[in-house]
């Protein structure tokens, strides 16, 4: 279906083709792992790791890491990485043995030298000393590459979203630039007004649009934001609600600028109402097939 087809289509009716054209995923093979996250991560204790080696096998292990840590206390730094954490002030519940809870923090950032046994006893606690003196292989950096590809697993639901956007930027430059219009990823309301003369009436004084197209030749803007949902949800509904009323006020703009919305993602099955309700109020609503059948560059054209 070509873009003046799909305008011409009641709201129910873009809808329903928009809905059978969803795509299973936007997982490109660099979605999985950033690598060069992990081994930058890996690197910020690579000193320390190596040194932590010397514990890798110890009968002893406690009064042997006493005794490294009060020589050289930095390495306790190390310690979170090692156990798949992030956090650098550790809260920590415990409870004794009547079940009464008591809560603390340890800060790996700043190294308390004179309680280095709280560190100690924390390390012991997690089963870290138990994994170093049977389970380690020799090189803990291996080990960290490891815990890190683990953690960055994390960032994978950011990433999903820095995929889409990442799609929806290469397009509207490769419009952008075969129409001779100029474009933009990440720009404000205050950024617009300033490159382009352009007033745009928005929901949040930080709103970012993750894309526009401006042509100077008539001045017109498009303002375009984008999502991608594998999965169900309420943020789905509070995303569809949000661009609806975001809509309506660029709608009450004196110039003349269109709101489109780039989505995508089998999630939307779970959400049918509220993505309907959307198509009520939004012309623009495109997904990943639709980009891929031009249009965007349909789109600036009529």
Request: charge should be neutral.
């Amino acid at each position: 279906m070509k873009f003046q087809e799909y305008m011409e289509l009641s709201a129910d009716k873009r809808l329903k083709q928009f809905m059978s054209t969803l795509s299973i995923t936007n997982r490109t093979p660099d979605y999985y792992v950033n690598w060069a996250k992990v081994e930058r991560e890996t690197k910020t204790f690579e000193l320390e790791l190596n040194t932590l080696n010397f514990l890798i096998g110890k009968q002893n292990i406690y009064d042997e890491a006493m005794m490294l840590f009060k020589k050289q206390p930095e390495l306790l730094k190390a310690i979170p990485t090692l156990v798949a954490c992030r956090d650098k002030d550790i809260d920590i519940l415990r409870f004794d043995d009547k079940h009464n809870m008591s809560f603390s923090k340890i800060n790996f950032k700043n190294i308390d030298t004179k309680n280095i046994d709280v560190y100690v006893d924390f390390a012991k606690e997690t089963g870290l000393l138990d994994f170093l003196a049977h389970s380690a292989n020799r090189s803990l950096v291996d080990y960290v590459y490891g815990v890190e590809v683990g953690l960055d697993s994390n960032a994978r639901k950011n990433r999903s979203g820095s995929t889409m956007e990442s799609i929806v930027e290469r397009n509207i430059a490769t419009v952008a630039n075969v129409l001779n219009l100029e474009w933009s990823s990440q720009i404000t309301a205050k950024t617009i007004r300033d490159k382009w003369g352009m007033i745009v009436p928005v929901d949040k004084s930080d709103r970012r649009f993750d894309g526009s197209i401006f042509n100077p030749s008539n001045e017109k803007l498009w303002l375009i934001e984008t999502n991608y949902y594998g999965g169900g949800g309420s943020k789905l509904k509070a995303v569809a609600g949000e661009f609806v009323t975001l809509n309506k006020l660029i709608k009450t703009a004196t110039g003349n600028i269109k709101f489109v919305w780039v989505t995508d993602g089998i999630g939307w099955n779970t959400a049918h109402l509220p993505l309907s309700e959307a198509f009520d109020s939004i012309d623009y609503i495109f997904n990943l097939f639709m980009l891929q059948n031009k249009f965007l560059s349909e789109m600036v054209l009529s």
